[in-house]
């Protein structure tokens, strides 16, 4: 069985390999596919993101190929929930992680929030499509606080700042199959596991 997962973001990708490995025999992405411009993200929601996303590329892909997106982000509580969906492009179109995680702690320092008040959540939502047909809509989170300042070179975007619950160590410091049995992204998955066999046999 193949996946094409919708992304241009080849972390995402490896964390979906690892975790999809036994069940998929081939996991590629938009990478491999560059006749397909990336879709434009004008939802205000995750799930709209995440519908763009696989049913443009499973138009172009046609009906052969199983694909799936991941429409994610950082939702801080003091921030009234930002980043959220603008969590890739939070300090401007073309940021990068390190712009965004320094803008982050400059905008949570702003609010004052210490301790407990820096509570947050990564959310995933990712939607299974084939042929430009939406098959279902998945979704998981993950509870944590952000920290004081960045930690760990593991992992990509928030990573290194965010700490999840029940955890001393950020996702950064926290071996990847720490982050990958209890991440938003691997509790979205536990969803699609289940949901894919029936949908390749169907
Ligand atoms: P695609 O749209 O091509 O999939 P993207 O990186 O732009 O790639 P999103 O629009 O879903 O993806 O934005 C997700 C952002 O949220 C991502 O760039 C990170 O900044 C953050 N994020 C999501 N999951 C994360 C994780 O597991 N660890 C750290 N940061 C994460």
């Known amino acids: 069985m193949r996946l094409v997962i919708a992304t241009g973001n080849a972390h995402k990708t490896e964390e979906i390999r690892i975790m999809l490995g036994d069940l998929i025999d081939e996991v590629s992405d938009l990478r491999a596919h560059p006749e397909i411009s990336p879709p434009e993200e004008t939802g205000t929601t995750f799930e709209e993101n995440a519908a763009i996303k696989a049913l443009e590329v499973s138009a172009a892909l046609g009906p052969e190929s199983m694909v799936l997106s991941d429409d994610s982000g950082l939702e801080v509580d003091a921030l009234h929930g930002a980043p959220g969906v603008y969590s890739a492009r939070y300090a401007g179109k073309a940021a990068t992680d390190v712009d965004n995680r320094r803008k982050l702690l400059d905008e949570i320092t702003r609010a004052g929030a210490r301790?407990?008040?820096?509570?947050?959540?990564?959310?995933?939502?990712?939607v299974l499509a084939r042929g430009g047909n939406k098959l279902g809509v998945f979704e998981g989170a993950v509870e944590g606080i952000i920290a004081n300042e960045e930690k760990g070179e593991g992992g990509f975007g928030y990573d290194s700042l965010f700490i999840p619950e029940n955890y001393c160590e950020t996702f950064g410091q926290l071996p990847a199959e720490v982050k990958n049995s209890l991440s938003h992204r691997a509790r979205a998955l536990e969803q699609v596991r289940k949901a894919l066999p029936g949908h390749l046999h169907a």
Do not use: T
């Not at 301790?115 to 990712?126: D, E, N, T, W, Y």
């Open 115 to 126: 301790g407990k008040a820096r509570s947050a959540r990564f959310r995933c939502v990712m």
